[in-house]
């Protein structure tokens, strides 16, 4: 079975430029999550999707974040402009959760964004 | 809002030796999972244990056991016979979306 893939692996842009990351869950999950995790801390969510639907953004900067999830499979996140804090690696996990827990997620490799 | 805190930022211990990781949480529901995920340098995130809230026996996987204290939500992870490949980081979440900071679990030869 093949796993979360994302891309590109690593980025490396300036401030107030724009970037975007795909992530493509394992084939039947109907949950996707976007996370941000800085250096030294646990992973954050940005937003996950149920299906092509979004259930919780509360913590995406919606000012400079967007993310969709067409078709309810592949997904891409995007921030424009990007800011100095935003250097982190974003992973994308999936899960066949579709009621209220998540019962497990399966991680991809992330992509780390260095914004200079 | 569910908080996770991990108040061990880096463990070490020598190989075979047993290590137990904590966790502790706040949270208002009666029903959820907890999860501890393991995080080896450069690799991907994998699940290590889960616990749901309503059983009260602790989960166990091969070498890894969960004590979970409902009551002092309280979720620690204890690591038997420990071995050079469970060096990684390891982070607790609630309900698999709010994780800790993590520990950083160091197993010396």
């Known amino acids: 079975e093949a796993g979360v893939a994302q891309s590109p692996r690593y980025k490396i842009i300036e401030k107030r430029q724009s970037v975007a990351f795909w992530c493509n869950p394992i084939s039947g999950h109907a949950t996707l999550y976007w996370y941000q995790q800085i250096l030294g801390q646990g992973p954050k969510l940005l937003i996950q999707f149920q299906n092509n639907g979004v259930v919780d953004d509360s913590q995406l900067p919606k000012d400079r974040f967007s993310a969709e999830r067409l078709k309810g499979v592949d997904s891409t996140l995007k921030i424009q402009p990007a800011k100095l804090e935003d250097s982190a690696v974003y992973l994308c996990a999936s899960s066949f959760a579709t009621g209220t827990f998540t019962i497990e997620q399966y991680f991809g490799p992330g992509t780390r964004l260095t914004v200079t | 809002a569910q908080t996770v805190t991990q108040s061990q930022p880096e463990m070490s211990v020598q190989e075979a030796e047993t290590v137990t990781l904590s966790c502790t949480y706040d949270t208002s529901e009666n029903n959820y999972y907890l999860f501890w995920y393991k995080q080896p340098p450069s690799r991907q995130m994998i699940l290590v244990i889960r616990q749901e809230a309503y059983k009260q026996q602790n989960a166990t996987e091969n070498r890894f056991s969960v004590n979970f204290q409902k009551a002092a939500k309280s979720f620690s992870l204890k690591i038997s016979d420990s071995q050079l490949g469970d060096t990684a980081m390891y982070f607790c979440?609630?309900?698999?979306?709010?994780f800790g900071k993590g520990t950083h679990l160091i197993i010396q030869p």
């Open positions: 979440a609630f309900d698999g979306l709010t």
